[in-house]
């Protein structure tokens, strides 16, 4: 009786797990439940997710089948992690105070949430079938993205954006001139990582397939790619070049490294925003170079010192090299401050580099000095830090940030054995897998990766299939 319920559950997480492939990704961030305090909000696919998770306890208690927890290092380094979180975390609400107690346990559980991803789909995913309809399920759902996305640019489709606290609450907005697609996702910064992943790991399907999908391959890697360029996001666009020829060198295809980077510079140098963002990112924030704001006489220039430099500060002020206020008619933002530069890419790129270096950054290196070891708890960095390991470092200190290494050293360990692995599919896919790993990191230098839902609870689904691959090596289902 027992093993026939587990069965049943074990098949039901496979099919809601293959649900939550595409569900997750293209599912927009409508609000189901709001939290008081913050405008991150309970969704659907966090009610889902719950839902396989329950499943798949059930399903380890019905066969008292903890192995994952007890004899797997993968399993130890998540309990470690998440030990290490709860020790932050009451810490963070009785010791230093600076996290409220449901904002804290909120996000602790989502972390827990999102990477208990990664057992279930090792666990359930036991053959080569079910690995492939995986893999299709996610190209599919790349190329529905991709559509959205073009729709979204060309059409004025609608989306939906978790960008401020008005957005967050499920409105329904259009594109405006100049704004960047983000598909179905809740930002141009997601729709970027999910992007730059997937074209890594078509990268490593063109080497799988047969010769009549190649063409297909090299279609969606190309429509992905503009798409990419769309989102004007510069560090996973560089991630993405990484990533790939991280996998060309793990598939030991170096012969196509030269390809790569000649289409790597034709991307950069055909104009787009793309590019007018990478060159303002040297010579403005780089060479501080560029024309400057001054303020409109000595009072105002020493009244703007006093507000914050990268945040909005609406004041008639005049260009040091001409004489109109600073008005849409002038073409000169009108919230520009003194220091600033004139044109409204290089003020774009001047800015979000200048919130992070200035406020963000040095927010999570205080509160890492706070409490060094366990840091201020998680939600006390507020919704982002753009910056990954510093918030890591922030939240949850050394000893939180050096079991999350844990975490990823052992899975690394896995997951490279199977690049020299006999079947093809599972060689290539762990290739493209340690890649992906790769492009995470680098993208973490800047955005909060593996805090964005969507994108981190893909990122652990898809090293939970590369471990149930590593271990299904044998078998020719």
């Not at 790597?264 to 104009?271: A, C, F, Q, S, T």
Request: contains cysteine; proline residues 3%.
């Amino acid at each position: 009786m027992n093993l026939k319920i587990f069965n049943v559950l074990e098949k039901t997480s496979f099919i809601l797990t293959l649900f939550l492939f595409a569900f997750i990704p293209l599912y927009p961030k409508f609000p189901l439940l709001n939290i008081t305090g913050t405008y991150v909000a309970v969704r659907l696919e966090d009610l889902l997710i719950a839902l396989v998770i329950a499943f798949w306890v059930i399903g380890r208690y019905i066969r008292k089948d903890w192995d994952f927890f007890t004899k797997d290092n993968t399993g130890k380094a998540f309990l470690l992690f998440f030990f290490i979180g709860i020790l932050s975390l009451i810490s963070a609400i009785f010791l230093t105070s600076t996290v409220t107690a449901h904002l804290g346990v909120l996000h602790f559980f989502r972390r827990v949430e999102l990477m208990l991803l990664l057992p279930v789909v090792a666990t359930v995913f036991t053959t080569k079938k079910r690995l492939t309809s995986a893999l299709i399920v996610l190209f599919l759902t790349l190329f529905v993205v991709n559509i959205y996305a073009l729709g979204q640019q060309y059409l004025d489709w609608p989306l939906i954006s978790t960008t401020n606290s008005e957005f967050a609450k499920g409105l329904v907005l259009r594109l405006t001139p100049g704004a960047r697609v983000n598909s179905s996702f809740a930002g141009h910064y997601d729709l970027a990582v999910f992007l730059a992943a997937a074209i890594v790991f078509l990268s490593v399907a063109f080497f799988i397939v047969k010769r009549r999908w190649k063409i297909l391959i090299i279609l969606l890697s190309g429509f992905s790619l503009f798409i990419l360029v769309l989102t004007a996001a510069r560090v996973s666009f560089v991630a993405t070049f990484a990533g790939v020829i991280s996998a060309l060198i793990f598939s030991k295809k170096k012969k196509y490294l030269l390809l790569i980077f000649i289409l790597l510079g034709l991307v950069l140098v055909y104009p787009s925003q793309l590019r007018d963002r990478f060159i303002s990112t040297i010579t403005i924030n780089l060479f501080n170079m560029g024309q400057r704001y001054e303020g409109r006489n000595l009072n105002q220039q020493l009244e703007s010192k006093l507000n914050i430099p990268t945040l909005p500060y609406k004041m008639a002020s005049r260009s040091a090299l001409a004489s109109p206020f600073a008005s849409a008619a002038a073409g000169i933002p009108v919230d520009i401050t003194p220091g600033e530069p004139i044109d409204a890419v290089d003020l774009a790129v001047y800015r979000s580099f200048q919130i992070r270096f200035n406020i963000e950054w040095p927010r999570a290196y205080r509160a890492f000095l706070k409490n060094p070891f366990l840091g201020t708890g998680y939600s006390s960095l507020g919704i982002a830090t753009d910056n990954d390991h510093l918030r890591s470092l922030g939240e949850v200190g050394i000893l939180g940030t050096l079991a999350f290494c844990l975490v990823f050293i052992s899975v690394w360990k896995k997951i490279y054995k199977g690049i020299k692995n006999e079947d093809k599919l599972v060689r290539y896919f762990s290739a493209g897998t340690l890649s992906v790993t790769i492009l995470f990191l680098i993208n973490g230098l800047f955005i909060d990766v593996f805090e964005a839902s969507k994108i981190a609870s893909l990122f652990w689904m898809v090293l939970g299939l590369n471990l149930a691959a590593v271990r299904f090596k044998n078998e020719n289902i």
